[in-house]
């Protein structure tokens, strides 16, 4: 009964949510009107935007070092979170049979266990940083706590639904993999499809006027 | 079934050969000694022992070690029989496994009686609100990264030593199963984010953790919780640093014992294997004896303690009692905060002139 | 009821490994898994002695002692049997068999065992006798069809016996007296041997 719920009514519930919401929400920002700028251009507003997109992967020179561990772990999170969600061999073939009707190769066990142990001990520091500097604690929004909670227990769930054989673990997994889709194209998590068009819009701008930066 | 393979083959084979050499003697001649026999129409195999005593000899492994060869592949895949493991296991049953809930509840007793005898190690004066810088942002989440994740590998690791003691008859096999292998797969998953958050605390910490003059002093005196009257420590004092240098010790056998554990790809040995076990449940249950301790001390055990490792700041009345020379040092360089500038530093600005409520704030 | 075991003669077995091979093919047992295993003991030296093992279906077994989640349990006919379903992998009954015998599908980095595999006796798993889920998770149960293990009833020259242990010490018992007494005086055999079993 459960198994059907979440493998049946639920799935499809969440992936329509996540769908539709991801898309209305990327359409909300790209019809968007924003004031038109009378100014005359001093820089060219693509070239602006391309850099800009490049130059936010590495800190500024001023602030690197006192944001050190906010790089490293935030490096150390997404990049290995990236490698469990796209190349973990139970999400390639969960992909290809349930999603794609394509797989790709995945990674062996031992690197996708590594790329987990970088994303958990990234997770783990930079949702610590975040609670104890006492600027990032004010900063920080109920749905900041929510998502980076969430993510850890999505993550966390995985990670002991690693033993083969054990189906009720799976299920569990599953269940806050789509509590996690249903919340994402309500919260900060949409990042993971603004970061760039966010980083363009910001470029472009600064180009436009010629803000080198 | 070894018994009974005693029993069934060799049993019978001595009786046999021993019936068959007491019939000899019994005809033989007294003289009849090492030397050959006098008879010469007694047949001369009646000496050899039976061939099948050496050969149960070496596979028991009496005298030393015997591999043999195997076409199969695999770990230990000559060793015919393996004397260590049942060794191991009934170790493992009648020393961790028996003890190790008894330990455990006797130290929480302990603290319980302690604090209810003696109750919470206050200061003299209280808590004065002016506070002093003492942990950075990076040490304070290495320090809390570290307790969650150890957290998370002691439950996991008593649940697999204990479970199926305390919890089968409380869940039944098949949901203890589920939480067994969740807690295996955690417990290996989180190991080496323990070794990495172990490795960054010795390199950030170590300095400050070298034991010295004034430590033997604080020793004697009993670390100012069983006596009264100040005991001197510098930034860190001699319990702390002994339980850090706790921490880095066993934490480091346990997990260089773990990783043996966890790594059955290459190849080690079962006697390997079963020593890593032991070393690696023994030093863990000793962190966790000593961990709950430090978590007394480190909340309601002590008044002001937590602070330090929740916003970085320390009252300098809590510095000045358990820390006196490093206190010293920071009134020479004037690094003491007042209330209504800590409070600010922790956005709770202080708006009409009470002071003790904004800093009693997190 | 019977108590069932196994019993391999040193004196007999020639190290053939088909004891291996047919077990391997009965139950469809995955590459690297090896439920029984030949060992030769001064291999190529005076004295070489070879034995086929596999679970020996201890009385008072070390795996079942030692499961952190209690997976093992004895048949009424004294044959250690574990439930796939309930084991988690960890390994420690391979550390405490005296015998080596339980084996895992895959030995990875970060203790990624599988479930583990052993001899079962031909005696399958929890499961109803010989359904699908049984011969998948243990291979098949000929105890249920009424059948010995393979292994030992293919064995070329019955070195390795399988069955009622007191079935299987009297056959042991007629072998070692005849040998006993063959031992004693050069040219008596089997039979002109005076003291029969």
Redo the contacts between chains.
């Keep these: 009964m459960i198994e059907y719920l979440i493998k049946g009514p639920l799935w499809y519930f969440s992936l329509a949510v996540f769908c539709i919401g991801v898309l209305w929400q990327m359409a909300r920002i790209v019809f968007a009107k924003g004031k038109t700028d009378l100014s005359v251009a001093r820089g060219s507003a693509s070239s602006g935007a391309i850099r800009n997109v490049f130059s936010r992967f590495v800190p500024h020179r001023e602030i690197a070092a006192q944001i050190r561990?906010q790089v490293v772990a935030g490096y150390m999170f997404h990049l290995g979170l990236f490698a469990l969600l796209f190349f973990a061999a139970p999400h390639v073939h969960f992909l290809e049979k349930h999603l794609l009707g394509f797989g790709w190769t995945p990674m062996p066990?031992?690197a996708f266990?590594v790329a987990?142990?970088f994303a958990?001990?990234g997770l783990?520091?930079l949702w610590?940083?975040r609670m104890?500097?006492?600027?990032s604690?004010?900063i920080s929004t109920t749905d900041d706590h929510i998502t980076a909670i969430l993510t850890f227990v999505v993550m966390?769930t995985g990670?002991?639904?690693?033993?083969?054989?054990?189906h009720?673990?799976n299920l569990l997994h599953f269940f806050t993999v789509e509590l996690l889709m249903v919340y994402f194209p309500f919260s900060c998590l949409m990042h993971a499809f603004t970061f760039i068009p966010s980083r363009a819009f910001t470029g472009a701008w600064f180009g436009r006027r010629g803000i080198d930066a | 079934m070894l018994d009974s393979f005693r029993s069934s083959i060799l049993y019978d084979v001595l009786k046999l050969t021993s019936t068959l050499l007491l019939v000899f003697m019994l005809t033989a001649p007294a003289t009849a000694g090492p030397g050959p026999p006098k008879r010469p129409d007694f047949p001369q195999g009646v000496s050899t022992t039976n061939p099948g005593n050496d050969l149960w000899r070496e596979v028991r492994q009496r005298d030393l070690p015997v591999t043999g060869t195997s076409q199969v592949k695999g770990v230990d895949s000559g060793v015919l029989i393996n004397v260590e493991g049942d060794r191991w296991a009934r170790f493992r049953i009648d020393n961790p496994v028996r003890h190790a809930p008894t330990l455990l509840v006797a130290v929480v007793l302990v603290l319980l009686a302690f604090y209810v005898l003696r109750g919470k190690v206050g200061i003299e004066g209280g808590l004065s609100g002016r506070m002093v810088f003492r942990f950075t942002?990076?040490e304070?989440?290495?320090h809390?990264?570290l307790a969650?994740?150890f957290l998370f590998l002691a439950i996991t690791g008593l649940i697999l030593l204990l479970g199926r003691t305390l919890m089968i008859p409380l869940f039944g096999h098949h949901l203890f199963?589920?939480i067994a292998?969740?807690?295996?797969?955690?417990h290996?998953?989180?190991g080496?984010?323990f070794l990495?958050?172990l490795l960054l605390m010795l390199v950030s910490f170590a300095r400050r953790n070298i034991y010295e003059k004034g430590d033997l002093t604080w020793l004697l005196k009993g670390g100012g919780i069983v006596g009264k009257g100040h005991v001197s420590g510098g930034f860190f004092n001699m319990g702390e640093k002994s339980w850090y240098w706790l921490v880095i010790l066993v934490g480091l056998a346990i997990s260089i014992s773990g990783l043996i554990l966890v790594f059955p790809n290459f190849g080690q040995g079962r006697v390997i294997m079963m020593v890593s076990n032991v070393v690696h449940v023994f030093g863990a249950i000793v962190l966790i004896a000593v961990s709950i301790g430090h978590m007394y001390l480190g909340s309601i055990g002590t008044e002001g303690s937590s602070e330090g490792m929740?916003?970085?700041y320390v009252d300098i009345n809590w510095a000045e009692a358990h820390h006196d020379r490093w206190a010293k040092t920071c009134h020479e360089n004037d690094e003491i905060l007042s209330a209504e500038e800590f409070a600010r530093?922790?956005?709770n600005p202080i708006d009409s002139g009470d002071a003790t409520t904004g800093a009693a704030n997190d | 009821m019977a108590r069932m075991k196994f019993y391999c003669d040193a004196e007999r077995c020639v190290e053939c490994n088909a004891c291996v091979t047919a077990c391997k093919n009965e139950h469809d047992i995955p590459w690297g898994v090896n439920r029984r295993r030949v060992v030769t003991i001064k291999d190529g030296e005076q004295g070489e002695r070879s034995l086929s093992v596999a679970c020996m279906h201890c009385s008072d077994a070390p795996c079942a002692m030692v499961c952190p989640v209690d997976c093992f349990y004895t048949t009424s006919d004294g044959i250690v049997l574990h439930d796939?379903?309930i084991c988690?992998?960890c390994g420690y009954c391979f550390y405490a068999c005296p015998f080596g015998a339980p084996q895992f599908p895959e030995s990875?980095?970060?203790s990624?065992r599988?479930?583990m595999d052993k001899c079962t006796f031909c005696a399958g798993g929890p499961e109803d006798d010989n359904s699908s889920q049984e011969t998948t998770k243990y291979g098949r149960n000929r105890l249920a069809e009424g059948k010995l293990p393979l292994c030992a009833e293919m064995c070329s020259t019955k070195a390795l016996l399988a069955g009622d242990a007191d079935v299987l010490s009297s056959i042991y018992r007629k072998r070692v007296i005849n040998r006993g007494a063959s031992a004693f005086n050069w040219g008596v055999n089997f039979n002109n041997s005076k003291i029969q079993g």
């Design positions: 561990l066990h031992w266990i987990a142990q958990f001990f783990i520091l610590l940083r104890l500097n006492s600027v604690r004010l966390l990670c002991l639904a690693l033993g083969k054989g054990f009720a673990l | 942002d990076y304070r989440s290495l809390w990264c969650i994740v199963s589920l292998s969740a807690s295996k797969e955690g290996n998953l989180f080496p984010i990495v958050s929740k916003s970085g530093l922790q956005g | 796939k379903d988690i992998g990875a980095a970060f990624s599988g479930k």
